[in-house]
């Protein structure tokens, strides 16, 4: 996993912090289907095998409602695809890859997990993924937003260097003004329970009577509201990563547990960039854990007032710059490297930092829609400003390393009213999740997962993996954590209780 590709800009919740959009097919924005039909079209599979891919991996387009209240007005269409067991006689079922996000694609995931899941399973499942709406392949929509507020660090809120948050107020109506004016039907139906309504439009498309599934932080809330939706078409279902499925917040929630993250997080890199053995590398950045963090802290402060030029001209290394690299290095202890060399060149006179790839261009305006479309269109946010300037501040002070931003204003407190309301999870339904979760995640913090766990009541196991980062199975090197969802996977055994594994 890299972390300095494209990552979903919103909240920040992809598992691989990555997820540069896969395009696996041409697509038509809307189709007209036929009149009235509302039954699950056919696949038509060809070979789509990428580099580092399984050889065998094929993709497909499939046709789904803009509105499920209307199944047989305007269509879209969704990239799919699929690796086949290469083991029929070992095969019991399809296992379906749920991104993170939102804005991270599936057909991409599957692309790059498929031969690690193939190894680990031994072809006891088929393999699919789609990306969803707004994503990769899949049909998409536009905002029509300027470039500058295309930015990581502008279509996130981070606040001003004194505070302030009067230029992301301005920046969220304007951008949320603007998604109203050109996003269309497509934009407003980007939401999680339609996404779980594509997918199980994938079941039925497949032939399948259930499914399995593999998803893995935004995913996981994408899976817990299938769950909820389809019990009865849910067979093993691992949900890795989990975030607190409030009801009433959804990703405001989510947004807001990013400051404990950080700061659960962080000694892992502390300890990390003051080990002795950073000072041949050139990476060392103070002799004792403690000190790290008050030097990142006062850097940050220190661009905030004197920005410094990058080798991306035009684009300087700001403090919000900064602070967003460090979020982003959080997620794999295979980051910290390039978080350190930007710190140490930000703090050399006579050398130019290079910024992560994710922060030295705007994304697209496409990419741009999806990032705020799925969380403004699930609930409705706060509107007050007084309150997020009060929140913001108290929010700076709890947590310097995230410096307000997941309490500040979003174009979500200027969006259109959601057109339904959140799924509540409940324990209401079959005893077949296991989920799986980090101890120091910064993106989905422990404290958050549990009340994930909480909301599945007896539905649920939970796996504790005594691991820093994000998004454990197959990723961060937990061999009893992989070990306890791979047996979930192949024979269905779950711990009898919740259990922990050391690192």
Request: proline share 7%.
């Amino acid at each position: 996993m890299t972390t300095y590709g494209r990552t979903s800009i919103a909240l920040a919740l992809s598992a691989a912090t990555v997820a540069a959009t896969l395009s696996a097919v041409s697509l038509p924005t809307v189709a007209r289907a036929a009149t009235g039909s509302a039954a699950s079209p056919g696949l038509t599979w060809t070979p789509c095998a990428k580099k580092d891919g399984p050889a065998t991996q094929e993709c497909a387009t499939l046709t789904v409602p803009v509105d499920y209240g209307d199944p047989g007005g305007p269509q879209i269409g969704l990239a799919v695809s699929r690796v086949r067991s290469d083991r029929p006689e070992e095969r019991r079922g399809t296992l379906a890859v749920i991104p993170g996000g939102p804005g991270s694609s599936g057909v991409q995931r599957l692309t790059t997990k498929g031969n690690a899941l193939r190894a680990e399973l031994g072809g006891t499942y088929d393999l699919v993924a789609l990306d969803p709406r707004g994503v990769g392949g899949s049909a998409k929509a536009r905002c029509g937003l300027d470039e500058g507020d295309r930015w990581m660090v502008t279509l996130r809120s981070w606040p001003a260097a004194d505070g302030s948050i009067d230029e992301n107020v301005e920046r969220s109506r304007r951008t949320a003004e603007a998604c109203a004016r050109n996003g269309g039907d497509v934009l407003r139906s980007m939401t999680s329970a339609n996404q779980a309504r594509d997918l199980d439009r994938f079941r039925q498309a497949l032939g399948e009577e259930k499914l399995s599934a593999w998803g893995v932080s935004y995913g996981t809330y994408v899976g817990a509201v299938y769950a909820q939706k389809f019990p009865h078409r849910t067979d093993r279902w691992v949900l890795d990563s989990s975030n607190d499925p409030d009801p009433g917040r959804v990703a405001r929630g989510w947004l807001a547990f990013m400051g404990q993250g950080a700061e659960d997080r962080f000694p892992d890199f502390a300890a990390w960039a003051a080990h002795p053995d950073r000072a041949h590398e050139g990476l060392r950045l103070a002799e004792r854990p403690e000190d790290v963090r008050p030097l990142v802290i006062a850097l940050a402060e220190r661009l905030d007032r004197e920005p410094k030029e990058s080798t991306k001209a035009g684009v300087p290394l700001t403090g919000n710059v900064l602070r967003q690299a460090l979020q982003n290095a959080l997620y794999s202890d295979g980051a910290f490297a390039g978080f350190a060399r930007l710190v140490v060149d930000a703090q050399a006179p006579g050398r130019t930092p290079t910024l992560p790839p994710m922060l030295a261009d705007a994304l697209s305006d496409e990419d741009a829609a999806i990032t705020v479309g799925v969380i403004c269109n699930d609930v409705t946010w706060p509107r007050s400003v007084p309150a997020h300037r009060r929140a913001v501040a108290a929010d700076r002070a709890r947590y310097p390393l995230t410096a307000g931003l997941p309490a500040n204003i979003t174009p979500c407190s200027f969006w259109k009213a959601p057109a339904e309301k959140p799924t509540r999870i409940t324990d209401r339904g079959p005893s077949n999740v296991l989920m799986i979760q980090s101890l120091r995640d910064p993106s989905t913090p422990y404290a958050a997962g549990l009340r994930m766990r909480r909301a599945l009541g007896d539905r649920a196991r939970l796996v504790t993996v005594d691991q820093g980062g994000h998004g454990m199975y197959l990723g961060n090197g937990n061999a009893c954590g992989d070990r306890a969802v791979t047996t979930f996977l192949r024979t269905g055994e779950r711990p009898a209780s919740d259990t922990y594994c050391a690192n």
